[in-house]
């Protein structure tokens, strides 16, 4: 005041910094494949005092691989903290899926093969973008072989691969075998000639196949002109026929000529005589018999007759008889 007395009082103005920074930049939650990588982000803050705040990024969990490689979370967080130790985070969630299906490889075509023929291996393997190993694992769908003829029908095989994800993929190849090859006959004999007195001769013919354990032989006569000309003389012509039970077959002939090489034999030629010149010729009773003909014809004739040409009633008669059968 004017008479020098003074008073004074002072105010304490604090100036602080109470406000976290504030992030910018920060990824939303997102899904991607296993086999992706981690995806960068550009993440920033900006504070009210601090003009240039520190932000660290950290890996909170990564389960990638617990089940399946590439497979799993990923969290991570950022945090920005200014010089005033106000700090401010924010996280994202990464889900690492594994949805592709192995990739299957080798699987065989579909293929034709005879009925004794073996089911070929198959050396079919998998791939996949997550899992290392994914497993193959191969099944009969179908096998009809044999339900027709042993060996015959057709094979379905299915190879199936699946990942550690349960992701699978599935390839088929059909095997058709079948049976083109005919039997085999055994024992068909050789061409004959045989005696017309003869019997036709059994033979034991059978037949073997790759793929019918009991082929069916027939036996037919194809000929028989026996008793055409003469009994028993003639040719036989027989043929046997193998067939498979898919329906293949073979057939092989015999012909057997029946011939007639034998004469007739005579029975009842008298012998030879002496008569007196007034004395008749005396009658014969000449007959035949044959292996093949049942009635040969029987011929007398008179080769000479030399009576009267000295004396009546003397001399030589020659007569002859000559039995001739249908040969």
């Given at each position: 005041d004017c008479?020098?007395?003074?008073?004074?009082?002072?105010?304490?103005v604090?100036?602080v910094?109470?406000?976290?920074p504030?992030?910018?930049?920060?990824?939303?939650?997102?899904?991607?494949?296993?086999?992706?990588?981690?995806?960068?982000?550009?993440?920033t803050?900006?504070d009210?005092?601090?003009?240039?705040?520190?932000v660290?990024?950290?890996?909170?969990?990564?389960?990638?691989?617990?089940?399946?490689d590439g497979?799993?979370?990923?969290?991570r967080?950022?945090?920005?903290t200014?010089c005033?130790?106000?700090?401010?985070?924010a996280t994202?969630?990464?889900?690492?899926?594994?949805?592709?299906?192995?990739?299957l490889s080798?699987?065989?075509?579909?293929l034709?093969?005879e009925?004794?023929q073996a089911?070929?291996?198959?050396?079919?393997?998998a791939?996949d973008?997550?899992?290392?190993?994914?497993?193959?694992a191969?099944?009969?769908?179908?096998d009809?072989?044999g339900a027709?003829?042993?060996?015959?029908?057709?094979?379905?095989?299915?190879?199936?691969?699946?990942?550690?994800?349960?992701?699978?993929?599935s390839?088929?190849?059909?095997v058709?075998f079948?049976?083109?090859t005919?039997?085999?006959?055994?024992?068909?004999?050789?061409?004959d000639?045989?005696a017309?007195d003869?019997a036709?001769?059994?033979?034991?013919v059978?037949?073997t196949d790759?793929c019918?354990?009991s082929?069916?032989?027939?036996?037919?006569?194809?000929?028989?002109?026996?008793?055409?000309?003469?009994?028993?003389a003639?040719?036989v012509?027989?043929?046997w026929t193998?067939?498979?039970?898919?329906?293949?077959s073979?057939?092989?002939?015999?012909t057997?000529t029946f011939v007639?090489?034998q004469?007739p034999e005579?029975?009842g030629?008298?012998s030879?005589?002496?008569?007196?010149?007034d004395?008749?010729?005396?009658?014969?009773d000449?007959?035949?018999s044959d292996?093949?003909?049942?009635?040969?014809d029987?011929?007398?004739?008179?080769?000479?007759d030399?009576?009267?040409a000295?004396?009546?009633?003397?001399?030589?008669?020659v007569?002859?008889w000559t039995a001739?059968d249908?040969?």
């Amino acid at each position: 005041d004017c008479s020098g007395n003074s008073v004074s009082a002072t105010q304490t103005v604090t100036f602080v910094d109470t406000t976290a920074p504030r992030l910018s930049g920060v990824p939303a939650d997102a899904q991607l494949e296993c086999d992706q990588p981690l995806p960068s982000a550009n993440v920033t803050a900006v504070d009210i005092c601090d003009p240039d705040p520190d932000v660290v990024m950290e890996i909170v969990s990564d389960t990638r691989g617990a089940e399946c490689d590439g497979a799993g979370v990923v969290i991570r967080r950022w945090t920005a903290t200014d010089c005033s130790g106000n700090s401010v985070s924010a996280t994202q969630t990464l889900m690492f899926v594994d949805t592709t299906a192995p990739q299957l490889s080798g699987v065989p075509a579909d293929l034709q093969l005879e009925c004794d023929q073996a089911l070929p291996p198959a050396n079919v393997s998998a791939s996949d973008d997550c899992d290392p190993d994914p497993q193959v694992a191969m099944e009969i769908v179908s096998d009809t072989r044999g339900a027709v003829c042993d060996g015959t029908g057709v094979v379905i095989r299915r190879w199936t691969a699946t990942d550690c994800s349960g992701n699978s993929v599935s390839a088929t190849q059909t095997v058709t075998f079948v049976d083109t090859t005919a039997p085999i006959l055994w024992g068909v004999p050789l061409d004959d000639t045989l005696a017309c007195d003869q019997a036709l001769p059994p033979a034991d013919v059978f037949a073997t196949d790759n793929c019918d354990a009991s082929p069916r032989v027939d036996l037919e006569i194809l000929s028989d002109t026996r008793g055409a000309l003469c009994d028993g003389a003639g040719v036989v012509i027989r043929r046997w026929t193998a067939t498979d039970c898919s329906g293949n077959s073979i057939s092989a002939t015999q012909t057997v000529t029946f011939v007639d090489t034998q004469a007739p034999e005579l029975a009842g030629v008298p012998s030879d005589l002496q008569l007196e010149c007034d004395q008749p010729l005396p009658p014969a009773d000449v007959s035949a018999s044959d292996n093949c003909d049942p009635d040969p014809d029987v011929v007398m004739e008179i080769v000479s007759d030399t009576r009267g040409a000295v004396c009546d009633g003397t001399g030589v008669v020659v007569r002859r008889w000559t039995a001739t059968d249908c040969s």
